[in-house]
C-alpha cells in the first residue's frame, strides 16, 4: 500500500465519528485450538465449569489502537490513559456479553452485534451497541478485529423511560378504583357492515324480528383485559374464571341495554353511558354505570373499546330509599299525603270511572295516648294499617295522610261492592283484636264513589262526611252502652 493510501485511511480510522478499536484475538484464537485439542465442544458449558477462564480470556486481548471518538467516548485524555483503563471500562455486565462474543467466534462466525454496558472513566455507564468484524486475511489467526462501539445512551434512556411510562399506565389500568375492561368490537364492527350490505337500514327494527341477533353479537365481543376492581366487583378469583363466566354477568336486563349499545354503534355514536344490572358471579345483582367509549385511531374497525364499569348499588339503595321516604309513611309504610296528593291528581287527568274512595279514622286515639301514651297510640295507628293493607288488593291505593286518618283508593270499584268491602274490614279488625290486647282497635268509615262530572276532590269530601257521621254514631253509641 502507498504511502498516501495509508495515510488516507488512518485519516478515516482516526476522525471516523463513531469509536473505533483495532484489536488482536490471536491469543483468544490460540485458547480455543488447545480447547478443541482437549475435547471442548461446548464452550459455554466450558465457561460454566470454569468461571475464571472468561476473565482470563479478556486479558489475551490486545489493542492495538483506538481513534479520537473513543478517547471522546469515554472521556479518556490519551491512547495510554485509555488502555491503562481498561478494567475500568469493561466490567460487570460486560463479563455476560464478552462470553457471547467468544461463543460467536468459537462458532466460526466472522462478524458478531450485540448490546452491553461499559463505563467512562468517571465511572458513568454507557449504553453500547457493539459490533466487531474479523478483518480479511486474518480468519485463521484472528489478529487483527475491528470493533465499532455506537453510545446509544439517549435512546436506551428513551426506551426505559417509555417502559416505565408504560408500567406506570399500565398501573393506572390495573389498580383503577372502578372496572376497567378493554375490548375488541372488530368482528362485531365487520357484522354490522355486512347487514349494511344486505340492506338493513333500521338495525333497531331488524333486532326486534331477529331476537337471537342480538345473543349472535354478545358473542363477537373480544375481552383483551381486566383491571383487579373488574375482578373483585365480579368475584372471580382470576381473569379465567371471569372470561368462562361472561354468560353470568351480562343476562337479563342485559340485553336490553346491550340493544340500545347496538344501535348506538351502528347510527356512528363512539362513546355513551347508560345504568344498567350486572351480576356477580355468585348470582348477586349489581346496578352498574357503564361508560363505553371508542379509543381514538380505532374509528374504522372498532378494535380498541375501553368500557369502564361503576358498581352503583349503593347510591341506588340511597335513591330507591329517599324516594320511598318520599312517597311512604315511615311510621306504618303506607304511601304519604304528598304520594296521595300526586297521585290524586294524576288520576284526575286520566279518569276511569268509577273510583271509590274510602276515609277511615281511628275511634278514641286520643283517649289511648292520654291513659298509655303515645307509644300505645303509635302501635295503634300500626295495627291499623295493618288492617288496611291486607283489605285490598296491590290495584287500590292505601295512605296515611293525617295522624290517625287513612284513604283507600280503590279503582273499578263500585256501590254494589263497597259493602262486602266494608265486612271484609271490619272482621279484619275483629281479628286483629283477638290478638291483640288492649287498647281494642275501632275505625269509623266514610264512603264515595266517583261519577263523571265529579271532581274527585269532592268525591273524597263526601267520604269524609260519611266517616264523621259513622265516627258520630260510634261515640253516642258508646255513650248509651
Not at 451497541?129 to 475491528?146: A, N
Amino acid at each position: 500500500m502507498h504511502s498516501r493510501d495509508e495515510r488516507h485511511f488512518n485519516m478515516l480510522f482516526e476522525y471516523a465519528p463513531i469509536s473505533l478499536w483495532e484489536e488482536d484475538f490471536s491469543e483468544i484464537k490460540q485458547l480455543f485450538n488447545r480447547l478443541h485439542k482437549q475435547g471442548v465442544t461446548d464452550l459455554m458449558g466450558y465457561f460454566d465449569e470454569h468461571p475464571n477462564e472468561v476473565e482470563s480470556s479478556i486479558a489475551l486481548i490486545k489493542v492495538v489502537n483506538v481513534n479520537l471518538q473513543t478517547l471522546a467516548m469515554f472521556g479518556a485524555g490519551s491512547k495510554d490513559e485509555l488502555l491503562f483503563h481498561l478494567n475500568d471500562i469493561f466490567r460487570d455486565e460486560m463479563r455476560l456479553h464478552f462470553r457471547k462474543e467468544l461463543l460467536a467466534l468459537w462458532q466460526g462466525d466472522l462478524s458478531w452485534s450485540g448490546e452491553g454496558l461499559n463505563y467512562t472513566l468517571l465511572g458513568e455507564p454507557l449504553d453500547i451497541q457493539m459490533y466487531f468484524r474479523v478483518l480479511p486475511g486474518h480468519e485463521e489467526t484472528f489478529s487483527r478485529i475491528l470493533v465499532a462501539i455506537e453510545n446509544i445512551t439517549s435512546r436506551k434512556q428513551a426506551e426505559r423511560a417509555l417502559a416505565q411510562s408504560e408500567m406506570r399506565f399500565r398501573d393506572l389500568f390495573d389498580y383503577a378504583p372502578i372496572s376497567l375492561w378493554e375490548e375488541d368490537y372488530s368482528a362485531l364492527k365487520n357484522y354490522l357492515n355486512r347487514l349494511r350490505k344486505q340492506g338493513v337500514t333500521n338495525l333497531q327494527a331488524y333486532l326486534e324480528e331477529n331476537p337471537k341477533t342480538v345473543e349472535d353479537c354478545m358473542d363477537l365481543i373480544h375481552v383483551i383485559d381486566v383491571n383487579r376492581k373488574t375482578l373483585q366487583l365480579f368475584e372471580a378469583a382470576d381473569k379465567e374464571e371471569l372470561l368462562a363466566n361472561l354468560d353470568k354477568v351480562f343476562r337479563d336486563e342485559m340485553s336490553a341495554h346491550f340493544i340500545d349499545e347496538l344501535v348506538d354503534m351502528w347510527n356512528g355514536k363512539t362513546l355513551y353511558e347508560r345504568d344498567g344490572i350486572n351480576y356477580s358471579i355468585s348470582g348477586s345483582p349489581l346496578d352498574v354505570h357503564l361508560d363505553w367509549r371508542l379509543m381514538p385511531g380505532h374509528e374504522l374497525d372498532f378494535s380498541w373499546v375501553l368500557v369502564a364499569i361503576q358498581d352503583i348499588t349503593a347510591r341506588k339503595k340511597a335513591e330507591d330509599y329517599l324516594r320511598y321516604l318520599g312517597s311512604h309513611d315511615v311510621m306504618t309504610g303506607l304511601y304519604n299525603r304528598t304520594y296521595f296528593e300526586d297521585y290524586l291528581q294524576q288520576l284526575e287527568k286520566e279518569r276511569h270511572d268509577p273510583l271509590t274512595m274510602i276515609v277511615a279514622d281511628l275511634n278514641g286515639l286520643k283517649i289511648v295516648n292520654d291513659n298509655l301514651g303515645h307509644p300505645a297510640g303509635d302501635n295503634l295507628i300500626r295495627r291499623a294499617s295493618e288492617v288496611l293493607k291486607a283489605s285490598f288488593d296491590e290495584k287500590s291505593i292505601v295512605a296515611r295522610i293525617g295522624g290517625d286518618e287513612f284513604i283507600v283508593i280503590s279503582p273499578g270499584v263500585d256501590d254494589q261492592t263497597i259493602d262486602g268491602m266494608l265486612e271484609r274490614i271490619k272482621s279484619l279488625i275483629a281479628l286483629n283484636n283477638k290478638y291483640y290486647r288492649e287498647p281494642e282497635l275501632s275505625i269509623s268509615f266514610g264512603v264515595s264513589t266517583s261519577r263523571p262530572g265529579l271532581p274527585l276532590e269532592r268525591t273524597i269530601s263526601l267520604a269524609d262526611d260519611a266517616m264523621y257521621q259513622d265516627k258520630a254514631h260510634f261515640y253516642r253509641r258508646r255513650r248509651n252502652d
